[in-house]
């Protein structure tokens, strides 16, 4: 059996792997990497032999961890690590998986209210737990305003109610965390990946943020932003903040993955509106809420239409995919969650 992974500004690590069953009774690992002294590379197979089928990413790379550190001199390990050589055995035996191995629905625009859009995001990785749905890939589209708060922002401390009032912008508190999305009708793109967490098996939360998102940056790049991440979940240019990323890992192995990126906000309005302090603002950088997010409009020239569809063009091209939209009964279930949770002030106040 052969598995493989790309470290995200790395080499590609591939293993060959035959078990009895039970264990793992051979192991070959080879790749574009770089391995000083080359001669590790034999402790790095050994170091997998005799493991049972079922071990975990993190005590495979402990095992080959430890080998290497046992070495008489120092191992150098360019272009991978040990992690990387454990996920390869863990999609070599089925207990991972990578892109090519899933089909997604792809659920284009829909103009939905914006609270309906965070109750899918409870109600599609249901779905996809249940085998209603294979993994998806979403894009939110919204015709009223709203300010969405993550799951342990304080509403006091985040919100100028006078400022929302006056603007008629309601308060939604959605599942993940992070920080708040300022969404009136066409001034952001905000998309919601729903996938197996086997996808991101033997990834740490940060690197996981990177990788379900790395086929965004590319996206961005054909469309002429030059993107980077900014750890732990948001994604920069050298003009300033794009967008930021939450996400959410439910216990029956799916992941929610969203993010939320600036097209055209009216960042005087956004600053009545949020309590945008200080010492935020610095830690990115930045002195006024005005010049905190910079717009994709002004970076592309491109309409937000144009944007999303080469979104979805860019990741159709990329992975297997197949067209969808939301059922009858998941915006049945939906509006319930509206009328049960998402829509009461228990729920938006539970932070105060």
């Known amino acids: 059996m052969r598995g493989e992974y790309?470290?995200?500004?790395?080499?590609?690590?591939?293993?060959?792997?035959?078990?009895?069953?039970?264990?793992?009774?051979?192991?070959?690992?080879?790749?574009?990497?770089?391995?000083?002294?080359?001669?590790?590379?034999?402790?790095?197979?050994?170091a997998l032999v005799g493991h049972a089928v079922d071990t975990s990413a993190a005590d495979l790379t402990a095992a080959i961890t430890e080998r290497l550190d046992a070495q008489p001199g120092p191992v150098r390990l360019i272009g991978f690590d040990a992690r990387a050589v454990a996920v390869a055995v863990r999609r070599a035996l089925g207990r991972a998986t990578g892109w090519?191995?899933?089909?997604?629905?792809?659920?284009?625009?829909?103009?939905?209210?914006?609270?309906?859009?965070?109750?899918?995001?409870?109600?599609?990785?249901?779905?996809?737990?249940?085998?209603?749905?294979?993994?998806?890939?979403?894009?939110?589209?919204w015709d009223s305003p709203l300010v969405v708060i993550g799951s342990f922002q304080s509403v006091r401390n985040e919100i100028d109610a006078d400022g929302a009032e006056r603007h008629g912008i309601g308060v939604v508190r959605r599942i993940t965390g992070g920080g708040a999305m300022f969404m009136e009708a066409g001034n952001c793109i905000t998309y919601s990946l729903v996938v197996p967490a086997s996808l991101v098996e033997g990834l740490s939360f940060e690197e996981s943020y990177a990788y379900l998102d790395d086929w965004v940056m590319g996206a961005l790049a054909e469309i002429g932003v030059r993107a980077r991440y900014v750890p732990l979940n948001d994604i920069a240019s050298d003009q300033g903040k794009i967008g930021g990323a939450a996400q959410r890992r439910f216990a029956d192995g799916v992941v929610l993955h969203h993010?939320?990126?600036?097209?055209?906000?009216?960042?005087?309005?956004m600053g009545e509106v949020l309590r945008i302090g200080k010492e935020k603002l610095s830690d990115k950088g930045t002195r006024s809420a005005a010049k905190r997010v910079d717009p994709m409009r002004s970076q592309t020239g491109m309409s937000r239409e144009a944007i999303i569809e080469a979104f979805l063009d860019h990741f159709r091209g990329r992975y297997a995919t197949q067209d969808s939209t939301y059922t009858e009964a998941e915006l049945a279930a939906a509006r319930e969650l509206v009328e049960t949770k998402f829509g009461t002030p228990e729920w938006t106040g539970r932070v105060p």
Not at 25 to 46: M, Y
């Open 6 to 46: 790309k470290v995200r500004g790395g080499k590609l690590v591939s293993v060959d792997v035959e078990t009895d069953g039970e264990v793992i009774t051979s192991a070959r690992v080879f790749g574009d990497f770089f391995l000083e002294p080359d001669d590790a590379l034999e402790d790095i197979d050994a």
């Open 100 to 141: 090519e191995d899933l089909t997604f629905d792809v659920i284009p625009p829909v103009v939905l209210p914006p609270v309906m859009h965070v109750a899918l995001d409870e109600v599609l990785p249901r779905e996809m737990a249940s085998g209603a749905r294979p993994p998806l890939l979403r894009i939110w589209d």
């Open 259 to 269: 993010v939320t990126m600036a097209y055209d906000i009216d960042a005087v309005k």
